[in-house]
């Protein structure tokens, strides 16, 4: 079966798959920047709601919410301050709640994300402070042992972000991938179609071959 198509014709598919790539990668970038702006207005209203109940004496209800935005908060490595302070807080909660196996993971965590963290004796009371305080020395001598024995020195911090980082999305699901993949096979087709044309009259054609 053969298909003839004009110069003209071939033109304007060209232009057509070009504006439509485009077009596409707009609203694929539109969609990803509200998503990205969504999610960071849903955490920071998951941690006020957390500390406004923490401050609150609702303990049970900060815990819910500190949870869940540790959850989101854990899906960027960039977030390592305000996971710090979630974690801080989920552990004081969890002391209050009497239950201080998980008040020191939490507090571990917190300082995985801040080595550097430490607690005002004149705001927390020694029901918080001491096991804060013991956890912080057993990181930190176990962090001193660590840079000992490494030949290459590494943080933890980053340590654990490679072991509970959720896999990096795939390449093709990148906005900037289709706005640079809609800008080259645009610029290609313009080009083609318009070379397509020679220096005939008008009248070339482009056959197109179809087989059963």
């Given at each position: 079966?053969?298909?003839?198509?004009?110069?003209?014709?071939?033109?304007?598919?060209?232009?057509?798959?070009?504006?439509?790539?485009?077009?596409?990668?707009?609203?694929?970038?539109?969609?990803?920047?509200?998503?990205?702006?969504?999610?960071?207005?849903?955490?920071?209203?998951?941690?006020?709601?957390?500390?406004d109940?923490?401050?609150?004496?609702?303990?049970?209800?900060?815990i819910?919410?500190?949870?869940?935005?540790?959850?989101?908060?854990?899906?960027?490595?960039?977030?390592?301050?305000?996971l710090?302070?979630?974690?801080?807080?989920?552990?004081?909660?969890?002391?209050?709640?009497n239950?201080?196996?998980?008040?020191?993971?939490?507090?571990?965590?917190?300082?995985?994300?801040?080595?550097?963290?430490?607690?005002?004796?004149?705001?927390?009371?020694?029901?918080?402070?001491?096991?804060?305080?013991?956890?912080?020395?057993?990181?930190?001598?176990?962090?001193?042992?660590?840079?000992?024995?490494?030949?290459?020195?590494?943080?933890?911090?980053?340590?654990?972000?490679?072991?509970?980082?959720?896999?990096?999305?795939?390449?093709?699901?990148?906005?900037?991938?289709w706005?640079?993949?809609?800008?080259?096979?645009?610029?290609?087709?313009?080009?083609?179609?318009?070379?397509?044309?020679?220096?005939?009259?008008?009248?070339?054609?482009?056959?197109?071959?179809?087989?059963?």
């Open positions: 079966m053969n298909t003839v198509i004009s110069r003209s014709g071939a033109r304007f598919l060209c232009c057509f798959l070009a504006f439509w790539l485009i077009f596409n990668s707009l609203l694929v970038t539109s969609v990803y920047a509200d998503n990205e702006e969504e999610s960071e207005q849903d955490i920071k209203s998951l941690v006020t709601q957390g500390l109940a923490y401050h609150s004496n609702q303990f049970k209800d900060a819910t919410y500190l949870e869940s935005a540790i959850h989101k908060l854990s899906e960027k490595a960039e977030n390592r301050e305000k710090s302070d979630a974690y801080l807080y989920l552990g004081k909660c969890f002391i209050i709640d239950d201080v196996p998980k008040a020191r993971e939490a507090f571990r965590k917190a300082l995985e994300f801040n080595p550097g963290l430490t607690l005002d004796p004149s705001q927390d009371s020694p029901k918080i402070l001491t096991p804060f305080n013991e956890v912080r020395v057993e990181f930190l001598q176990e962090r001193a042992e660590q840079e000992k024995t490494e030949q290459v020195v590494t943080s933890p911090i980053l340590d654990d972000f490679e072991t509970t980082e959720k896999p990096k999305k795939k390449w093709y699901k990148k906005w900037w991938v706005t640079l993949g809609a800008v080259v096979v645009g610029g290609a087709a313009v080009a083609a179609g318009g070379s397509s044309g020679g220096s005939d009259d008008g009248k070339a054609t482009i056959q197109v071959r179809w087989y059963p």
